[in-house]
């Protein structure tokens, strides 16, 4: 059974992620503590960068682009030992290390469809062995209807 707060933080990581100007993939990423907003997060240029998305090739956009889970995790701007991370996409193993470095606990995220598990299966991998070794903990949440209706 999944916390209640679950689906409520996904839907908040999720509007967040709407946020990004990116067309291809909006992220999103909750920092939270004790059912607690502390931060949040979407992939998108830093602050004062001009988004130039269009002219931008992927190259380039792809160096100029902060993902969600590191914005989260600088705008929070105090310890987040024993934090929560909720995200719409799996963290990269770049940003699995920061979360670890972090003393984030846990890191919740919705399963992914088949089509992202195909072009980055081997990052996500990576990343889960890295939570796994650091003792950082993962749930893959299955939001569907019925699972959202046993909430406890």
């Avoid at 291809?24 to 960068?49: K, W």
């Avoid at 290390?97 to 469809?113: D, E, F, L």
Wanted: aromatic share 8%; charged share 25%; net charge negative.
């Amino acid at each position: 059974m999944i916390s209640k707060w679950a689906p409520r933080f996904i839907q908040m990581a999720e509007l967040v992620a709407s946020w990004s100007k990116d067309p291809s993939t909006q992220v999103g990423a909750v920092i939270t503590e004790r059912n607690r907003i502390v931060s949040l997060g979407f992939n998108g240029y830093p602050q004062g960068i001009i988004d130039s998305a269009s002219s931008d090739n992927r190259e380039v956009k792809l160096l100029k682009t902060l993902h969600a889970e590191e914005n989260a995790l600088l705008y929070a701007k105090r310890d987040l030992t024993g934090c929560e991370i909720w995200v719409t996409h799996f963290p990269c193993p770049n940003c699995a290390a920061k979360i670890i470095q972090t003393g984030i606990k846990a890191v919740h995220c919705p399963a992914q469809s088949e089509d992202f598990l195909s072009r980055w299966g081997d990052k996500i991998k990576l990343s889960e062995e890295m939570f796994e070794q650091s003792g950082v903990s993962v749930e893959w949440l299955r939001l569907d209807q019925d699972e959202t209706n046993k909430v406890s």
